[in-house]
T-cell receptor, first 112, second 113 residues
Framework: KQEVTQIPAALSVPEGENLVLNCSFT??????LQWFRQDPGKGLTSLLL?????REQTSGRLNASLDKSSGRSTLYIAASQPGDSATYLC???????????FGRGTSLIVHP | EAQVTQNPRYLITVTGKKLTVTCSQN?????MSWYRQDPGLGLRQIYY???????DKGDVPEGYKVSRKEKRNFPLILESPSPNQTSLYFC????????????FGPGTRLTVT
């Protein structure tokens, strides 16, 4: 069974820092990996989707990479802003199941 | 506008009183799922459906029922709610072509007293 781990569980940084969020998974036979943002008490907003054949995806200040062989993905946030404060979730869809497994998220606070 | 809708958004009820949370998507997606989210436990899947009349248990199905009579709708039924079902519930959908690319509803916050 796929297991997804996100490290760190919480992160507090000053505005302007570049930061990296980590997601690791146990079964490398994945279909794709998706990063989400969730504001407190709100729904999930999709940030980036990486197919298993891709190495990375970029959207604005966000860059997500995927290394299937090592079972890892990173979400890089450049020049962080207070508006980036949220919980970031990683979801891995394994080949054959088509149902994502979620990590527990990284809670990010960017202070001015 | 492509979206997943859930109703109600907030619900306070009492133990044992049957309730239904509706979920509807307008994107003609084959796959639909229900999740619950609890502090410290993350998102856990309750049930999922690969297509009409096809449903299967997720990780935490006890105390819940679902049905998929139409492609667009996937209601979550709590026949006899208990306080341990107090949680934030999310419905999600995706296509067969890109099954891992899920679209989430806004969530339903349920409190069972």
């Amino acid at each position: 069974k796929q297991e997804v781990t996100q490290i760190p569980a919480a992160l507090s940084v000053p505005e302007g820092e570049n930061l990296v969020l980590n997601c690791s998974f146990t079964d490398s036979a994945i279909y794709n990996l998706q990063w989400f943002r969730q504001d407190p008490g709100k729904g999930l907003t999709s940030l980036l989707l990486i197919q298993s054949s891709q190495r990375e995806q970029t959207s604005g200040r966000l860059n997500a990479s995927l290394d299937k062989s090592s079972g890892r993905s990173t979400l890089y946030i450049a020049a962080s802003q207070p508006g980036d404060s949220a919980t970031y979730l990683c979801a891995v869809t394994s080949g054959g199941s088509y149902i994502p497994t979620f990590g527990r998220g990284t809670s990010l606070i960017v202070h001015p | 506008e492509a979206q997943v809708t859930q109703n109600p958004r907030y619900l306070i009820t009492v133990t044992g009183k049957k309730l239904t949370v509706t979920c509807s998507q307008n994107m003609n997606h084959e796959y639909m799922s229900w999740y619950r989210q609890d502090p410290g436990l993350g998102l856990r899947q309750i049930y999922y459906s690969m297509n009409v009349e096809v449903t299967d248990k997720g990780d935490v199905p006890e105390g819940y029922k679902v049905s998929r009579k139409e492609k667009r709708n996937f209601p979550l039924i709590l026949e006899s709610p208990s306080p341990n079902q107090t949680s934030l519930y999310f419905c999600a959908s995706s296509t067969r072509d890109t099954p891992g690319e899920q679209y989430f509803g806004p969530g339903t916050r349920l409190t069972v007293t």
